[in-house]
């Protein structure tokens, strides 16, 4: 799967090749972003390192916690400095995680290898100087580029306003280089983003607007036209914006967005949050221009004893295995973490399941009522003598695709209006066993990280990543 031309033997980080990746070392730690904005808990948010390796004495728990300097930062997504794009570089080196700050716009950067248990603050990019320089606020996806820099999307401008969304560029020391879009035709949001090389294309996705989100979902937002449903095709790496693709309904609040890993591959795949269907993306035939079809559609559920009649199943959590035959996401309402072989990319079939929280579990006031009347709980199953509380959100896989990772904040504001529970116990982190001959997923029990135990009170895990490379960062050339 992909080619390995003649400057990218193994001489700057990652690997040649997807398939080449899923031989790599097996994960010993995990880096979690953990949150306290919004819980009422005025401390700093922190990076958590997780013992993930079961021969270790000080498995499945937290063993050292960076706390940054500024209370407020809400992290979020996070990034590499330099992935499997770098790898024909024999100067670039996996060394600084790019922690972007969705609420204050700040940008951290962690030294992982001078202790990669305990990984020190490196530098702090502020924002009042990115605003200065470029108008961006509300930072989310950060990429590396083959030549060195970093890319991130933000979400908007100081106030909130969608249309003042675009994309920053770092350079190789974190100093702020401008804007990396071209002036011109304008997309109206921006979200997550990949970029395919090989086919001179970047995808962005349009989530909404941090007017609107930060305050909380409703309805009548996504009605007033506060949230995407949008696809942004732009030249790679030459920052136009070339095309549009209107999802319609199908694809109302697009989010998480993946091309396959394979670089020749001109295909991918975008979560639509609300819809709860995953959108394929593809090149037309002739090569001129890209088209999309829904892959996969969750139905609502009837439900007595909730807000709306009918539970969407709020898809999130997007992933592919590194061999491009499995595609992993959750549905945050419903609870349950699902599995389908997509070898087939305009097929995918479901090949495994399992509820590991939701508002569906049993001892909820909510049910779901199936087509004859009959009322209907999900059964979840406790982990440790542990609860699973909230829906799950954030998944993360092993390079060998045997291990899937699950943490289950989305939001702190939307934590505190759907999962109330969340907010004031905390959140936590799982691991799934997957069976990746033909496909099935099952919960390890011995496995479980309890982000409410900690020393200065609950806190929420989100992202996660784990030194040498990860499944839902590296982009191959």
């Not at 890209?290 to 709306?308: D, G, R, Y």
Request: hydrophobic share 35%.
């Amino acid at each position: 799967m992909g080619e390995e031309v003649a400057c990218c033997k193994r001489t700057g980080p990652g690997y040649g090749t997807p398939l080449e990746a899923m031989s790599g070392p097996k994960e010993a730690l995990m880096y979690v972003t953990c949150v306290y904005n919004g819980t009422g808990r005025e401390k700093p948010d922190f990076l958590a390192t997780v013992d993930v390796d079961p021969n270790s004495p000080t498995y499945s728990k937290v063993i050292h916690r960076l706390s940054l300097p500024y209370i407020g930062d809400e992290l979020h997504h996070t990034g590499w400095n330099a992935c499997s794009s770098c790898h024909g570089d024999p100067s670039s080196d996996r060394r600084f995680l790019i922690l972007p700050s969705l609420l204050s716009g700040r940008i951290y950067v962690i030294d992982t290898q001078k202790n990669p248990k305990a990984p020190s603050l490196h530098k702090v990019v502020e924002p009042e100087h990115i605003i200065e320089k470029t108008g961006l606020a509300y930072p989310h996806t950060s990429h590396c580029l083959a030549n060195g820099e970093i890319m991130i999307s933000f979400l908007g401008d100081k106030d909130g306003n969608a249309q003042g969304n675009g994309f920053l560029l770092l350079d190789s020391q974190f100093n702020i280089k401008g804007r990396w879009e071209k002036p011109g035709r304008k997309a109206e949001f921006s979200y997550d983003f990949w970029y395919q090389p090989r086919h001179k294309t970047m995808i962005c996705s349009t989530f909404g607007a941090p007017s609107a989100f930060t305050q909380g979902f409703t309805l009548k937002h996504v009605e007033d036209g506060f949230y995407g449903r949008q696809l942004s095709v732009y030249d790679w790496p030459d920052g136009r914006l070339k095309q549009t693709l209107d999802l319609g309904d199908n694809g109302l609040i697009p989010g998480e967005i993946r091309f396959l890993h394979d670089p020749t591959k001109d295909t991918g795949y975008v979560e639509c949050i609300l819809s709860s269907n995953m959108v394929r993306f593809f090149k037309t035939q002739d090569g001129s221009s890209w088209s999309h079809e829904v892959a996969i559609s969750v139905k609502p559920l009837k439900v007595q004893n909730w807000i709306l009649p009918e539970m969407p199943g709020l898809i999130i959590g997007l992933l592919i295995s590194l061999d491009d035959r499995f595609l992993y996401f959750v549905n945050w309402f419903h609870g349950d973490v699902r599995q389908y072989n997509i070898e087939d990319p305009k097929n995918p079939i479901l090949v495994g399941q399992v509820y590991v929280g939701g508002l569906l579990q049993k001892g909820s006031p909510i049910t779901a009522v199936t087509e004859d009347g009959k009322t209907w709980q999900a059964d979840v199953p406790k982990i440790q003598g542990h609860c699973l509380r909230g829906g799950p959100h954030m998944t993360q896989l092993s390079l060998d695709g045997k291990r899937l990772y699950v943490t289950n904040s989305l939001f702190s504001t939307w934590d505190r209006q759907f999962y109330p529970d969340v907010i004031e116990k905390g959140s936590h982190m799982i691991q799934i066993d997957v069976d990746i001959e033909h496909g099935g997923l099952k919960i390890n029990p011995d496995f479980f990280v309890d982000f409410g135990a900690e020393p200065d009170g609950p806190c929420l895990a989100h992202e996660m990543r784990y030194p040498g490379g990860d499944c839902t960062s590296d982009i191959w050339i």
